[in-house]
């Protein structure tokens, strides 16, 4: 069984350009959630969505936004990027409905200069 | 505010030892909570507990949870440098109707280094 595909795996963009990252969850699984992992604030929820609805989101600005499709393939956005939104972007899948098992992609690492 | 506090926050051992890692919470509506292990990139499933004092075990690693004192603890016996990683224990709540808010909530990591 696959695991959970993130791609791009690493992407340099430069200050107020925007950033699409992609992410493929397990086959099965439904539910997909995106975390901001960074040196100072560890782990931090971005927001899950489940058969292409946004369930819950994290205290991220308007700026970060993502969608998910028919195939449960999800999609993050990140617009006018700022220095600070370099960092380690995780995906997780999990099939949701009867458990909270969450599997993660091996991230993209994401550098704004 | 729902809060996860690991500890100790970084640790080293020698090849051998047995440690304790220890996860607390403060969250409404409790699920479940889980522990990873981080080495690169990918943190990487380890266990999942939802219910008071049954332990989970899998080869050298066991884990417990204290749905009372709200605590978790994850042990590592006869540890090898492979073990070396940054340990996560994150905590998964529910809404009103029981089900998951699909959000996890994590705590800082312990880094545990272990030397031959």
């Known amino acids: 069984k696959a695991g959970v595909t993130q791609t791009p795996r690493y992407l340099i963009k430069t200050r107020g350009q925007q950033v699409t990252l992609s992410c493929s969850p397990i086959s099965g699984h439904r539910s997909v959630s995106w975390y901001q992992q960074t040196p100072g604030q560890g782990l931090q929820f971005l927001f899950e969505y489940f058969s292409e609805t946004q369930r819950n989101k994290g205290n991220f600005p308007g700026r970060f936004s993502g969608r998910q499709f028919s195939n449960s393939r999800s999609e993050m956005n990140v617009s006018t990027l700022e220095l600070g939104d370099s960092a380690l972007y995780l995906c997780?899948?999990?099939?949701?409905?009867?458990?909270?098992?969450?599997?993660f992609g091996q991230g993209t690492r994401l550098t704004v200069v | 505010e729902d809060k996860v506090v690991q500890s100790p926050l970084s640790l080293v051992v020698h090849e051998g030892d047995t440690v304790t890692l220890n996860c607390s919470y403060e969250?409404?509506?409790?699920?479940?909570l889980l522990w990873y292990k981080q080495e690169k990139k990918a943190p990487t499933f380890l266990f999942m507990l939802?219910?008071?004092?049954i332990e989970k075990k899998s080869g050298r690693l066991s884990s417990i949870l204290d749905k009372k004192e709200l605590f978790s603890i994850l042990n590592i016996t006869a540890t090898q440098t492979g073990d070396s990683a940054i340990y996560l224990c994150?905590?998964?709540?529910?809404?009103?109707?029981?089900?998951?808010?699909?959000?996890?909530?994590f705590g800082q990591g312990t880094i545990l280094t272990v030397h031959p």
């Open positions: 939802t219910s008071s004092g």
């Open positions: 969250v409404t509506n409790f699920r479940s």
């Open positions: 994150a905590v998964d709540f529910a809404n009103a109707g029981g089900t998951s808010y699909g959000k996890l909530t």
């Open positions: 997780a899948s999990s099939y949701r409905e009867t458990n909270t098992e969450a599997f």
